[in-house]
């Protein structure tokens, strides 16, 4: 007896860990985090050639166009933009149910209502991605996401995860009956399992690889342009990465005197590629 109460704890202790990381954001959030900072910098490094390179781009993009790294990135793989499209409706949804903000329970109000959370955002997220990929890429997204935000709804019935304030009573064995308690099927427990495992994959292995290799192909995160640069007495053409706007003209990295430099009369190039991706450097 003694064995069966200590196993029990246990598994209380797990459930109340689990919880507690779902409201303080869990380990999608902290992956996340060291994505958006990480992966930014490594792209200008690489792609400028770091060290004071780098600062200078920073520096010439201002903190407010920081953010536009990661952006462009984004927004020129589509892979990568559907995946961390995924992670994120997963991440915030997991969040929100955590805090209570997901009603659980029976009844048809409160079904609709579940219904309405799961689907809203990951038809967003399939609209965002169609329009800038193309229809099956945001139908992909979208399918997926619901997924992972489906199987969160999942994990709640079948008791792996607990809605805030909820005290988890005893554990109760699939097959028992007369008691009135919603006990999961077999394979509701495994689909619960499998959604876990696909989110973890997911988060810490596929969003991660996805971003360095983006960081690392050698492609500008922002739009290349052709301008007019004047240095004293001379004035060349020049191929500028584009770091911002100042009147009519261009700030930008400059690709042939490796400085920051100031171009009028620009006109865009369609290749983004600056150097060999890293793995054949």
């Known amino acids: 007896m003694a064995e069966t ?5 246990t598994g209380s202790d797990r459930e109340d860990a689990a919880r507690s990381a779902d409201r303080k954001g869990g380990p999608g959030h902290t992956v996340l ?3 958006a900072l990480a992966v930014p910098v490594t792209k200008v490094a690489y792609t400028v050639g770091g060290g004071a390179a780098a600062r200078d781009v920073f520096i010439g993009m201002e903190p407010a166009n920081w953010p536009d790294v990661l952006i462009g990135m984004v927004l020129t793989d589509p892979l990568l933009a559907s995946v961390l499209a995924v992670v994120v409706s997963r991440v915030v949804f997991a969040l929100f149910a955590a805090r209570g903000a997901v009603p659980v329970g029976g009844g048809v109000l409160r079904a609709l209502q579940r219904a309405a959370l799961t689907v809203v955002n990951p038809v967003a997220m399939g609209v965002v991605d169609a329009c800038f990929f193309g229809p099956w ?13 489906k199987g969160v709804v999942v994990e709640y019935r ?9 005290r988890a009573g005893p554990r109760a064995t699939a097959g028992s009956h007369g ?5 999961p099927s077999r394979g509701l427990r495994r689909a619960a399992a499998l959604e876990q495992w696909a989110a973890l994959g997911l988060t810490t292995l596929a969003l991660p690889v996805l971003a360095f290799v983006a960081a690392l192909d050698g492609q500008a995160w922002t739009s290349i342009v052709r301008c007019q640069v004047t240095d004293g007495t001379r004035t060349e053409s020049n191929r500028l990465i584009e770091l911002g706007r100042k009147g009519n003209g261009v700030v930008g990295w400059n690709l042939d005197t490796e400085e920051i430099s100031n171009g009028a009369g ?5 290749s983004l590629h600056v150097r060999e991706p890293w793995w054949r450097d």
């Open 266 to 270: 620009c006109t865009g190039e369609e």
């Open 33 to 35: 985090l060291a994505v």
């Open 179 to 183: 008691d009135g308690v919603y006990r």
């Open 5 to 9: 109460g200590s196993d029990t704890r």
């Open 158 to 166: 079948t008791g792996r995860r607990r809605s805030h304030g909820h």
């Open 137 to 149: 890429w945001g139908l992909g997204t979208g399918l997926a996401a619901y997924a992972l935000r």
